[in-house]
């Protein structure tokens, strides 16, 4: 049916052809395979946590299990899925081609980083199936570095390992967007998706050292019992969450940036329109990565921190919130007299603006002092940040695979089956999660095993919330990979959008473009788009 | 199934400011959710593709971003500003606060009142009655939580925090650890059990218990703290009569409040801070004395006299040394 035409997929084949590969799209796909391993590995946990919590008494798994449960759900979403998903997959796939790039600035640091991460993935899989750990992703000594019994410095290690794959993403993204970009591609004609992913890059690579160092220190005392967080050795416990947090916090905004530009090219793309404040966006992303350097406090206000320092704390993380507002603001004027087509890409755009804006206004509730004072460390942080997480980042990494899915693949998805999938999803996620707001307000602690009866109810709710979920997810696995075999060849452009990535072949051909296109216009300049077709009409 | 709550019991003097800004703060979420909803949605229908109208190109405008950053900015600052002063109001404590003791370790919250009656996992309190909680931990963090009062805090291993709570309601209310810490921590919860006041006193004259005075002045014996820091001894240390809640004066002529945490370190790490005037001869207690001895010994020296009034029995017990 097709003439042969040799592209990125086909141009060798083999298992040594990939593992040896230099070509981001390939490092791209590599890391597809192994973060969707991990997403399903973490989200079994999941399943098992919600349903323990069906019922009050602690009855499904001993605690120690649940603990570990709870812990390595967070450990391997965290660091193993949500960290790599859109910089890794998508960064990785889209950065050189948006900008008119044959590949990033460091191929073989980029292939590097998917072994980094694998090596770092086993060795926390070999602690997870050696009995796992129970420290909770948040690893607080002085429990995790003297008092817990299960395996933290084998999950460190993973984790520490890891760390150096996010850095290695991180230079290689913002020297290529500082060197590579093609003849006429100035800062401001990058999509908004460059513009995210770099900012996210400058947080990887300065605050990706402080919890190697953080996690190193744990082991070190853990090991060989050199005091350094746990008082009986003259350690001060509170200096780890400063130095955790000091990282765990901006890599909040590690997770939802990418999150952030994928919504951006989806919402131009799906309305027809230049996005609504485009420097205002850009900014925005720098903006939220800067100040999310100052806010780790937020975490402390309950620690024995000092209340003045917790009250600056609370400031900065009010400050933090309104670029965020401000992106919220621009995606919804987009619409405003577009052409609005409902494709499933722009369904989880728009469940990611709606998610993302519960997720941010219920943010405010933990930014304010008196009011963390009760909600702190029960279910409304849980909620909070699982609306951020996986309504937010989750819908736009889902949406982003498939806008771009008929340029990796070639091929077309089913669209009816994606546009049920997002609607499970969407469903599925608020019927899990939105009730676990009203538990946090009741005072049901987090990573509790066992809880009053008087939660049942909203916790049952919770639970078939999460199995509505799992379909939605499940889903556009099937689906997607069917498509590899049965979709519709998808032409180079099925969208009709802008963007460089759109004027290659699909799949692309390994050096992306046959000559260096040279940009001379803005992106998403679907007015020009637009008149063209109408001029092709006439 | 007992009941299905959809807001926790209000049973403290701060739980309703808490509330009132809770809600405010709903009030705002709902507004800006509504309206995002409202708008994409409108808009989503409103210029929906149709093959005779196409997008209507802009650039944005100055204005509405300017509106638009500026009055989440005006919003964020009055919740800012209500949030953190209804904070430190909340945390300021009444002169008149009961004063009991809370060791928290794994799985167990151990509360001691003035008096010497003790309790596990349960705190009796009379209504309306400030109430101050020293805490410390045996072990590793833990969090004192009580829903109903709108009150958490953290409760740190090397060092005393402090609560304080007017309860307003009598009743039994939960009582959690909020800080993960280790496999049964789902197991270390228990109640509140607020009381009226005759009731209160009905249930702690209950038992007689030796009071942590009278604990604390036997630990300063057997310790033999007493050789050193008695009236009239070799005059190496500090006198400590009269001391608690006075300033004193260190080597470096900066000065201390001599209070809990003082004491404490003191005890377990006595060169920190040397009072002006006195050798670093005393040795460590660390790994010898435990949370609730030093909360005895605290409650004893916080009720010794100043000196000149107690020479004469001190004195006599180092002679007989």
């Known amino acids: 049916m097709d003439i042969y035409r040799e592209h990125y997929l086909n141009c060798s084949y083999g298992v040594r052809s990939w593992l040896l590969t230099k070509d981001h799209k390939r490092i791209a796909l590599l890391f597809l395979m192994s973060i969707t391993l991990f997403f399903f590995l973490g989200g079994a946990f999941a399943v098992l946590i919600r349903l323990e919590l069906l019922t009050p008494q602690g009855d499904l798994v001993q605690a120690e299990t649940y603990n570990k449960l709870f812990t390595m759900h967070g450990v391997i979403m965290v660091f193993f899925f949500l960290i790599p998903s859109i910089p890794s997959v998508l960064g990785n796939f889209l950065l050189p081609m948006m900008i008119g790039a044959r590949d990033l600035a460091f191929p073989r640091l980029n292939l590097l980083s998917w072994y980094i991460y694998t090596i770092g993935g086993l060795f926390t899989l070999g602690a997870v199936f050696s009995g796992g750990v129970d420290t909770g992703w948040t690893f607080y000594t002085p429990y995790s570095s003297v008092y817990a019994n299960s395996h933290v410095i084998a999950t460190a290690v993973g984790i520490f390992i890891t760390g150096f794959s996010s850095i290695l993403t991180g230079l290689n993204f913002i020297v290529t967007t500082h060197k590579m970009r093609a003849p006429g591609m100035t800062w401001f004609r990058l999509p908004l998706f460059v513009w995210s992913s770099y900012a996210t890059a400058i947080i990887m690579v300065l605050g990706t050292p402080v919890i190697a160092i953080t996690l190193l220190l744990v082991g070190v005392e853990r090991a060989f019992g050199i005091g350094i967080f746990d008082p009986r050795l003259g350690g001060d416990p509170l200096l780890f969450q400063h130095l955790f947090w000091f990282y765990s916090h901006p890599a909040v905004y590690i997770m939802v940036l990418p999150g952030m530009g994928v919504v951006s090219e989806l919402v131009t793309c799906f309305s027809r329109k230049r996005v609504f404040g485009y420097s205002f966006v850009a900014f925005s992303s720098v903006a939220i990565a800067v100040l999310g350097f100052l806010v780790w406090g937020h975490h402390m206000f309950v620690s024995g921190q000092s209340p003045y320092a917790g009250m600056i704390f609370s400031f900065l993380s009010f400050m933090v919130a309104i670029p965020s507002a401000v992106k919220v603001f621009n995606w919804t004027a987009t619409l405003y007299k577009g052409s609005v087509s409902y494709d499933a890409p722009m369904l989880y755009a728009m469940g990611f603006i709606g998610l993302f804006t519960t997720g941010g206004l219920t943010g405010l509730f933990l930014a304010t002092i008196a009011v963390d004072v009760h909600v702190h460390d029960t279910y409304f942080v849980v909620a909070h940040f699982h609306y951020i997480m996986v309504g937010g980042t989750v819908m736009a990494y889902l949406g982003g695979i498939h806008y771009w899915w008929p340029k990796i693949s070639g091929k077309l998805y089913p669209e009816g089956w994606a546009r049920f999938a997002a609607l499970v999803v969407f469903v599925g996620f608020n019927l899990t999660f939105f009730p676990q707001f009203i538990l946090g307000y009741l005072g049901m602690p987090r990573r509790y095993h066992a809880y009053p009866a008087e939660f049942q109810v909203l916790n049952v709710m919770s639970t078939a919330g999460a199995s509505i979920l799992a379909v939605g997810y499940v889903l556009p696995m099937v689906y997607l990979i069917w498509s590899i075999r049965y979709g519709k060849t998808a032409g180079d452009n099925p969208w009709d959008a802008t963007g460089l990535e759109w004027q290659t072949p699909s799949p692309p051909p390994t050096e992306n473009f046959a000559a260096t296109p040279v940009v001379g216009w803005d992106a998403y300049d679907y007015g020009a788009k637009e008149e063209e077709k109408e001029l092709q009409v006439v | ?321």
């Open chain 2, 1 to 321: 199934m007992i009941g299905f709550p959809l807001f926790p019991e209000v049973a403290s003097t701060i739980a309703s400011g808490v509330d009132l800004l809770y809600f405010f703060l709903v009030a705002i979420t709902v507004l800006f959710s509504v309206l995002i909803f409202a708008l994409i949605f409108y808009f989503a229908v409103k210029y929906r593709r149709s093959p005779d109208r196409k997008a209507q190109q802009s650039e944005g405008g100055l204005g509405l971003e300017i509106t638009w950053t500026a009055v989440p900015f005006v919003i964020t600052l009055v919740i800012f500003t209500w949030g953190s002063s209804l904070y430190i109001a909340n945390s300021r404590v009444p002169d008149r606060a009961l004063a009991i003791n809370v060791v928290g370790r794994q799985w167990m919250w151990k509360i001691q009142h003035p008096n010497g009656r003790s309790e596990i996992n349960e705190l009796h309190v009379p209504v309306r009655q400030p109430v101050k909680l020293t805490m410390a931990s045996q072990d590793v963090i833990h969090s004192f939580y009580i829903p109903a009062f709108r009150l958490k805090q953290d409760v740190l291993p090397g060092r005393y925090v402090t609560m304080w709570f007017e309860p307003t309601r009598p009743g039994e209310y939960h009582l959690f650890c909020a800080e993960y810490c280790g496999t049964y921590h789902s197991g270390m919860i228990g109640r509140v059990v607020v009381m009226e006041p005759e009731d209160f006193q009905k249930w702690l004259g209950g038992v007689t218990e030796e009071s942590p005075v009278q604990t604390g002045e036997k630990l300063f014996t057997n310790f033999n703290c007493v050789n050193c820091h008695a009236t009239g001894a070799l005059q190496r240390c500090p006198q400590l009569g009269g001391l608690y809640g006075t300033e004193v004066r260190l080597e470096d002529n900066s000065t201390v409040k001599f209070d809990e945490a003082y004491i404490r370190e003191s005890i377990i790490n006595p060169n920190a801070k040397i009072v002006k005037g006195y050798p670093a001869v005393m040795p460590t207690y660390r790994g010898q004395v435990s949370e609730e001895q030093i909360l005895d010994l605290i409650a004893y020296i916080r009720s010794l006299t100043p000196v000149k009034e107690q020479t004469g029995s001190a004195t006599k017990s180092t002679e007989g040394r």
